[in-house]
C-alpha cells in the first residue's frame, strides 16, 4: 500500500507527530487530493488542547486545504486530474432544514474536514467531490488554503451578519490572521475602517491593507479615540475577533445605538452584556460560524480578480508543524500561516 507523510494529532495536549501512514482511497462520490498547502488557525490550538467535544484522537487536523485533483472515486464527474481546488470544511447533509435554505453552516448533522474527519495536514486527503472548488492557477496555493475559513468566514460575518454597506464605520478588534482579510472585504463594500491591536506590528499591517484608522489600545482608550474620529457617531459595526468577556463589552461600548457586534473569535466561555447599555440602546450580538457556500465561490471569485489577496505571515514545511504552533500559540505569527506539502 502507498504511504504518506501525515502530521497525527495523538492525543490532546501533546505535539503532533509527523507519521507514515497509507495513502487513503477515494469512496464513491470523493475525489482524493494532494494537499500542496494547509492553513494553520487558532482552532488547532483549541483542537490541540482538547476544547472540541466532538474531534476524537488520533486523526489528522487541518481545515484550511488547497491542493490538486489526483483520483477520482466512483460516480465523480466535472473534475479533471490535476485541477487546483480549495476543499470546504463543512461536509452538509444536504437535507436538514439549514441546509435546504442556504445556511448550511448550521446544518444539524454537520461533519467537518480537519474536526470529526482527517484534515489537510498530510499530503493525500480525500474529501466528497461537492466540497471541492476550482480557482485560477494565477493563484498561488498558499493564498489559496486560507480561503475556505479566514476569508470565507470573514466574508460571512461582513457581508451577510454586519451587513456592512458603503460609508458604514466599522472596528475589527484584535486584527490579525482573519481581521487582515476583513480589512480586504470590508474596504470591497465601501466602509471606512478602525482596527485595534496591542501590536504596533499588526497595525503597520492593517494600515497597509487599507484600515483607515488604527488603536494601539495598550497605549490608547479605545473608547475615546473612537468616539473623537467618529465625531461621537460611534460604529455601527463592531467585529470582535479576540472573543473575551472584555472585548465582547467594549465592542457594545463603541457601537452606536441599534449598532452590532459580530462575534468572530473565541476564546473564553461566556460574556456578561449590560441590560441599560445594549438592549434599551438596542444593540445587537451576533454569533457566525464559518460560511456558506456561496459565499465561498464568491470570496474564491473576489481573490481571482485581484479584489482580495489573502494575507500569509509564513509558510512552513509540514515537518516543522509543531514549531508552527509554537509561534502562532506565542503570537510571535503575526497572521495567518500556512503549512506547504
Ligand atoms: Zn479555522
Ligand atoms: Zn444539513
Redesign the pocket.
Known amino acids: 500500500m502507498n504511504k504518506m507523510k501525515a502530521a497525527v494529532l495523538k492525543q490532546f495536549h501533546q505535539d503532533l507527530c509527523i507519521e507514515e501512514i497509507p495513502v487513503p482511497s477515494p469512496k464513491r462520490g470523493e475525489v482524493l487530493v494532494k494537499v500542496r498547502a494547509s492553513?494553520l488557525?487558532?482552532?488547532?490550538l483549541h483542537i490541540q488542547n482538547g476544547r472540541l467535544a466532538t474531534v476524537k484522537t488520533p486523526y489528522v487536523p487541518g481545515?484550511?486545504t488547497a491542493g490538486e485533483v489526483w483520483e477520482l472515486g466512483e460516480g465523480v464527474t466535472g473534475f479533471e486530474i490535476g485541477d487546483p481546488v480549495i476543499v470546504a470544511?463543512d461536509i452538509l447533509c444536504n437535507t436538514c432544514r439549514f441546509c435546504t435554505t442556504g445556511r448550511g453552516n448550521l446544518c444539524t448533522r454537520l461533519v467537518r474536514l480537519g474536526f470529526e474527519r482527517n484534515g489537510g495536514h498530510e499530503e493525500f486527503m480525500t474529501a466528497p467531490a461537492e466540497n471541492l472548488f476550482k480557482f485560477s492557477r494565477k493563484v498561488p496555493f498558499e493564498k489559496a488554503a486560507v480561503i475556505p475559513?479566514?476569508v470565507a468566514?470573514m466574508y460571512h460575518a461582513i457581508k451577510n451578519k454586519g451587513q456592512v454597506r458603503a460609508s458604514d464605520k466599522i472596528c475589527i478588534l484584535g486584527v490579525g490572521g482573519l481581521g487582515f482579510q476583513g480589512i480586504q472585504i470590508a474596504r470591497h463594500f465601501g466602509a471606512e475602517i478602525f482596527c485595534t491591536s496591542r501590536k504596533d506590528q499588526k497595525l503597520e499591517i492593517a494600515r497597509q491593507f487599507g484600515a483607515d484608522h488604527t488603536i494601539n489600545t495598550d497605549r490608547e482608550n479605545l473608547f475615546e479615540r473612537i468616539r473623537e474620529l467618529t465625531i461621537g457617531e460611534m460604529c455601527d459595526v463592531v467585529f470582535d475577533n479576540i472573543g473575551t468577556d472584555f472585548s465582547i463589552q467594549a465592542g457594545l461600548d463603541i457601537c452606536r445605538p441599534g449598532g452590532k457586534v459580530v462575534m468572530v473569535g473565541y476564546e473564553e466561555e461566556s460574556f456578561h452584556a449590560g441590560y441599560q447599555s445594549t438592549a434599551m440602546k438596542e444593540k445587537e450580538i451576533i454569533g457566525i460560524r464559518g460560511s456558506n457556500r456561496r459565499d465561498l465561490v464568491e470570496t474564491i471569485r473576489l481573490v481571482e480578480k485581484g479584489i482580495l489577496d489573502p494575507y500569509i505571515f509564513k509558510t512552513y514545511p509540514l515537518d516543522e508543524i509543531n514549531r508552527a504552533m509554537a509561534d502562532l500559540r506565542s503570537g510571535k505569527s503575526l497572521g495567518r500561516t500556512v503549512l506547504l506539502i
Open positions: 492553513g488557525c487558532g482552532t488547532d481545515h484550511e470544511i475559513d479566514a468566514c
